[in-house]
Structures are given as structure tokens and as C-alpha cells.
């Protein structure tokens, strides 16, 4: 049994520092980002080693949500717990976030590919959140683990939001940056990068 307990403070520790450095990595991301842009996409360029298979480079990005399912272990911890109205009216507007945040992704993402088989070259996208945002599949995103954030209610859900965002932005600002270059004066000035009407 102590065998047992050790185990779990360990581990405890373990994720603890895991969270503390989540945190902290997330304003240096965002200032590195300020000064470099992601080379991926069509954002890519040559001089950042070897150029994956689009499949395997999204699989390889998203495989965080495989191997760091200890950060959803806080969210069990607080299961026991009896559901009050705030948890439960927390809980209904945590799912409607997420359930809105990816339908606003998957469309916008939907859109992008019917550009894409469309061929002839980069278009401006337009139509719904494309009038306000130049990514509102990342803004999609961000609501969506704002969501996830507002039901599990933990230190580790609102970490993973703020590091979320703390990629997306940035990544949504050079988009917006790489149109303006691309189409000039043809592309809306009074799009925002990743937020409606604020960035």
C-alpha cells in the first residue's frame, strides 16, 4: 500500500510540473511565434529539415491528444463530486461551446478543401466567418477547447486552451499576413486574424 501511494505522489509530481511547464511554454510560444513563423502548410519553406507527407505531419501534430491523456485525469478526480446547477449549467455551456466551436471548424475546414479541388491557385475565402476571420477554423478550434476547458474545469483543461490559442493566434496572424502579401488590396483590411472584430 505505501508502495502504491508513493507511486501516486510521484506521479502526482510528475503531472504538476507537466502543468507548470504547459503554462509557462505558452507565452514563449507566442513570443517566438511573434518572430517565426511555423514553417508548415502554406506557410512552409525550405531549411527546416525534411518535408513530411501531409497525413503523417497531421497525425505526428494531433498525437498529443493520443499520448498526453493524463491530462484528462483531473477531470475524473473531480467525477466523485455531487453536480450542482452551477456544474451542471457549466457543463451544458462547456458542450455547446465545443459542440459550435467544431461545427465552425469543420465548415471552414470544408470550405478550404472545395478551394483547394477547385484548383487554379490561392483564393480569397469568403462566407460566413471567412467575412470576419482569415482562420475561423482555428478560431473553431480555440471555442472548442474553451468548451472542453468550461466542462472540465481544471487547471490541465484551461492549460491546454491557453496553449492552444497561444499556437493558433499566432499562426492565424501570419495567414491574415501572408494574404494581405498575396492578394494586397483585394483581400478584406477589416478581416481579423483569429477572433472576430478583436484579432
Known amino acids: 500500500m505505501a508502495d502504491e501511494a508513493a507511486a501516486a505522489a510521484a506521479g502526482d509530481a510528475v503531472f504538476a510540473r507537466c ?38 505531419a497531421w497525425f505526428l501534430m494531433e498525437s498529443p491528444t493520443l499520448w498526453l491523456p493524463p491530462l484528462a485525469r483531473s477531470v475524473a478526480l473531480h467525477a466523485a463530486r455531487p453536480a450542482t446547477p452551477f456544474a451542471l449549467a457549466r457543463c451544458a455551456a462547456g458542450l455547446a461551446l465545443f459542440a ?65 490559442c497561444s499556437n493558433l493566434g499566432p499562426r492565424a496572424r501570419d495567414h491574415r499576413r501572408w494574404y494581405l502579401q498575396k492578394f494586397g488590396s483585394e483581400y478584406p483590411a477589416s478581416r481579423k486574424a483569429f477572433v472576430p472584430y478583436i484579432y
Open 19 to 56: 502543468l507548470l511547464a504547459l503554462y509557462l511554454i505558452s507565452p514563449l510560444t507566442v513570443l517566438a511565434l511573434r518572430f517565426v513563423s511555423a514553417p508548415y502548410g502554406k506557410l512552409s519553406r525550405p531549411g527546416w529539415g525534411p518535408a513530411l507527407p501531409a497525413p503523417l
Open 100 to 164: 459550435w466551436g467544431m461545427r465552425t471548424n469543420i465548415a471552414a475546414d470544408k470550405e478550404l478543401l472545395r478551394l483547394k479541388e477547385a484548383g487554379g491557385g490561392y483564393k480569397i475565402p469568403r462566407g460566413g466567418w471567412f467575412d470576419l476571420v482569415t482562420c475561423p477554423n482555428y478560431f473553431g478550434e480555440a471555442v472548442e477547447w474553451l468548451g472542453f476547458a468550461v466542462v472540465a474545469w481544471t487547471p490541465a483543461a484551461w492549460a491546454f486552451f491557453l496553449y492552444t
